[in-house]
Nanobody, 123 residues
Framework: QVQLVESGGGLVQAGGSLTLSCAAS????????WNWYRQAPGQQRELVAG???????NYTDSVKGRFTISIKNAKNTVYLQMNPMNPEDTAVYYC?????????????????WGQGTHVTVSS
């Protein structure tokens, strides 16, 4: 019904930058909120940043001042700009969307996940 496709992961040196993107497609009326999560090896998935459709943002303390989440409503896309990065940012990053859509002639509201994109920061 709704698919989230992420891109932009890769390898970067400490102090460098990356921008992740996540595009939603499918039976979408509106995206109420977006979130970026990450999961480092051996650790639990954690919320990194979130943004609502009216532009309110929140960040986990470890990324405040370094990461910026933004949305392009017309394209149903969210971005995560990361700069500067440090080795502790190494993780698989997942986007998550709170979507109002439709299925089987009914209005739905569900959370969807992307497939994850690997980010590695070398020291």
């Amino acid at each position: 019904q709704v698919q989230l496709v992420e891109s932009g992961g890769g390898l970067v040196q400490a102090g460098g930058s990356l921008t992740l993107s996540c595009a939603a497609s499918g039976n979408i009326f509106s995206i109420n909120a977006w979130n970026w999560y990450r999961q480092a090896p051996g650790q639990q998935r954690e919320l990194v940043a979130g943004v609502t459709s009216d532009g309110n943002t929140n960040y986990t303390d470890s990324v405040k001042g370094r990461f910026t989440i933004s949305i392009k409503n017309a394209k149903n896309t969210v971005y995560l700009q990361m700069n500067p990065m440090n080795p502790e940012d190494t993780a698989v990053y997942y986007c998550n969307a709170d979507v109002t859509g439709w299925a089987d002639h009914e209005i739905t509201r569900k959370y969807y996940w992307g497939q994850g994109t690997h980010v590695t920061v070398s020291s």
